[in-house]
T-cell receptor
Framework: DQQVKQNSPSLSVQEGRISILNCDYT??????FLWYKKYPAEGPTFLIS?????DKNEDGRFTVFLNKSAKHLSLHIVPSQPGDSAVYFC?????????????FGQGTILTVHP | GAGVSQSPSNKVTEKGKDVELRCDPI?????LYWYRQSLGQGLEFLIY????????KSGLPSDRFSAERTGGSVSTLTIQRTQQEDSAVYLC????????????FGQGTRLTVV
């Protein structure tokens, strides 16, 4: 049972344009969501997070939007840069004592062309 | 360095042998996590520690897997009687107290069971 889904395995974007990465979840117990970026042969790097009490969080070029009713979140990167090319994972965490148990999506490979 | 350190970076073992994977978290981080990523899959939660205790072990795939953490610092993940399906990248992460799930990942240990 895939509780966190990233339905697009890959995304290709021109430098300077907006990249939009999408993520859907099914478990209504999730109350904290995160995006990670991963380069080959490296561990994932934390990008940005959002609590379920918010619907938007912004950090520089990165903005995460959360639509709780649709159980959907998205990551916007504006403007996209070639260095942003990586695999992007969304992750979700439940509240309570299991907060450390992140459930990850399958990842989306982002390629930003110069 | 100041990041999460994992050793070894690569491990090739014969089926049926036991292996130990080590994780040194970032100094002062109270939470420590183990995940694995099999080929073509997303990150799969294994276990997490808060201090030396493990509130959630639900992700361990079988009783051949065990993990411990001593002194609130170093953790060891042990896989007994390894099987080929155990081949994966094993990732460790840590997070500071109060920053819930903003986990910082190590570079991983690539385990190959032949």
């Amino acid at each position: 049972d895939q509780q966190v889904k990233q339905n697009s395995p890959s995304l290709s974007v021109q430098e300077g344009r907006i990249s939009i990465l999408n993520c859907d979840y099914t478990n209504s117990m999730f109350d904290y969501f995160l995006w990670y970026k991963k380069y080959p042969a490296e561990g994932p790097t934390f990008l940005i997070s959002i609590s379920s009490i918010k619907d938007k969080n912004e950090d520089g070029r990165f903005t995460v939007f959360l639509n709780k009713s649709a159980k959907h979140l998205s990551l916007h990167i504006v403007p996209s840069q070639p260095g942003d090319s990586a695999v992007y994972f969304c992750a979700a965490s439940p509240g309570g004592t299991s907060y450390g148990k992140l459930t990850f999506g399958q990842g989306t490979i982002l390629t930003v062309h110069p | 360095g100041a990041g999460v350190s994992q050793s070894p970076s690569n491990k090739v073992t014969e089926k049926g042998k036991d292996v130990e994977l080590r994780c040194d978290p970032i100094s002062g981080h109270t939470a420590l996590y183990w995940y694995r990523q099999s080929l073509g899959q997303g990150l799969e939660f294994l276990i997490y520690f808060q201090g030396n205790s493990a509130p959630d072990k639900s992700g361990l795939p079988s009783d051949r897997f065990s993990a411990e953490r001593t002194g609130g610092s170093v953790s060891t993940l042990t896989i007994q009687r390894t099987q080929q399906e155990d081949s994966a990248v094993y990732l460790c992460a840590s997070s500071p107290q109060g920053r819930r799930t903003e986990a910082f990942f190590g570079q991983g240990t690539r385990l190959t069971v032949v």
